[in-house]
């Protein structure tokens, strides 16, 4: 039975009242799995393949592939370089390339050591990786007031659009066992708005800045691969209806499959991170030479050769070796990852990449991104009633899982989803619903032992 939220407290046969109603909400029965067969992959450490790199510390997220010649270190040193810039700093004798209006001065400000951004600890700060993107109220393009995405930093002479206060409201729950959990819900406050409020209907999505590394791999699937796994119909009625996202290649001015973003609405590296320079930092490219709506006279505030080595930084960036993956724990926790279903949509077999032309490190590896890049609806818990492409306002792109286990150590924090609402990889599993409610069912019903053993396996990743 569905809990009408926001209860507090869920126990069996408790009566819960709210304001003008009152239900009972029974525990689940346990859920005992017995024992499972063991789950055997090849190389299943070397998430990234050849490119994988044994580097368990801070620095696990920003390392060149190991299969990379030494002869393009200088390169990949030089787009870090790029990729670190404080563009708010003039260079050269040239004007600042930031802004007008921005969210960010620099990519590591949001991806901080290439990692994941995370949502204020408290309300009284403000966001830094968490952005917020706009539609007007009929969902049909940007705001007409305030664009595609709220700015809160402008350069000198400019005014920031509004600021945002993030506060989070909590819930609670029981697991089948006996033990209790809480979720936090985000609720998002728009003040100091230059143009007036946002409007009544507005779509609002926040979302925190994913991890850097894996993406030159994840590029170089097959689109063949992937769409054979789409089953938008549910054919096959296992209650997973992954679809592909079609969204338009900027470069050719046509349809391709997305595959970046989470809701898969970019189709190429490329786009992404030009996508990103422009609507996060208001730095044009050859690809966007526009920012903010209005053309920018000139060359492009990014030159050819700084964005070909901040590419090659970005499409190296290696996947980090998995750890403990011997262990029976993990192993075990793996067999629960199948059997409640996770592997559904975190596909957990190998995948192939296909040749990458000037990139052999990338060609022909076996990976394991624990990903199927499709979209599915994850129901209206998670929903944000922004739609982008073809993804509804419930759709998001599976997030791959390598190297989900070392966030913490780099990033120094557990904060997972796309709008950091989680605290923790346990929370990230009891917000799932919609296609992945039955799996999320499945958790809560399982013996902490199994709970424990699950979480031991993502940590490894």
């Not at 708010?88 to 921005?102: C, I, N, Q, T, Y």
């Not at 030479?289 to 492009?300: D, K």
Request: overall charge negative; glycine content about 10%.
């Amino acid at each position: 039975m569905r809990v009408p939220w926001p209860i507090v407290g869920i126990s069996t046969g408790a009566l819960l009242v709210g304001a003008a109603w009152a239900t009972v909400v029974r525990r689940p029965e346990p859920l005992h799995l017995g024992p499972l067969p063991a789950v055997v992959l090849p190389s299943v450490e070397q998430s990234g393949g050849a490119t994988t790199v044994a580097d368990p510390g801070r620095n696990a997220f920003g390392r060149s592939p190991m299969n990379m010649p030494r002869t393009r270190w200088p390169d990949f040193h030089a787009g870090k370089g790029v990729f670190d810039r404080d563009w708010s700093e003039p260079r050269a004798g040239k004007p600042v390339s930031v802004g007008p209006l921005f969210s960010a001065a620099s990519c590591m400000t949001c991806h901080v050591k290439d990692g994941r951004g995370q949502p204020p600890a408290t309300p009284s700060e403000a966001p830094v990786s968490l952005a917020f993107l706009l539609s007007s109220p009929d969902g049909t393009g940007p705001h007409p007031l305030y664009g595609a995405q709220l700015d809160a930093h402008a350069v000198d002479g400019h005014v920031p659009e509004g600021r945002v206060r993030v506060d989070f409201e909590e819930t609670r729950g029981t697991f089948a066992t006996g033990e209790t959990y809480s979720l936090v819900r985000p609720r998002y406050q728009f003040q100091a708005l230059v143009h007036g409020p946002l409007g009544e209907g507005t779509r609002v999505s926040a979302r925190v800045s994913p991890v850097n590394f894996g993406l030159g791999l994840l590029e170089a699937l097959p689109e063949a691969a992937l769409l054979a796994r789409a089953d938008p119909d549910d054919l096959d009625q296992d209650g997973i209806s992954g679809r592909a996202n079609q969204v338009l290649d900027v470069e050719t001015g046509t349809p391709r499959l997305g595959r970046f973003g989470w809701k898969a609405n970019q189709p190429t590296l490329l786009q992404q991170v030009t996508h990103a320079l422009v609507a996060d930092m208001g730095i044009t490219s050859s690809l966007f030479p526009q920012e903010q709506g209005r053309a920018v006279p000139g060359e492009p505030e990014l030159s050819a050769d700084d964005l070909d080595l901040l590419m090659f930084y970005m499409r190296l960036l290696a996947v980090p070796k998995r750890r403990d993956w011997t262990a029976p724990e993990v192993q075990r926790g793996h067999a629960v990852f199948r059997a409640i279903g996770c592997a559904a949509c975190h596909v957990d077999t190998p995948q192939e990449t296909g040749v990458v032309e000037g990139f052999d490190e990338l060609s022909h590896q076996v990976i394991y991104p624990y990903t199927d890049l499709l979209l599915h609806d994850l129901g209206e818990d998670l929903a944000d009633g922004r739609p982008d492409g073809l993804a509804t306002g419930s759709e998001w792109r599976t997030p791959p899982l390598w190297g989900i286990g070392l966030v913490e150590t780099v990033n120094k924090h557990t904060r997972f989803l796309h709008d950091g609402r989680a605290r923790n990889l346990e929370e990230a599993i009891l917000w799932h619903g919609g296609e992945a409610a039955a799996s999320q069912a499945r958790y809560v019903r399982l013996p902490r032992e199994d709970r424990a053993a699950l979480l031991a396996f993502l940590k490894s990743l």
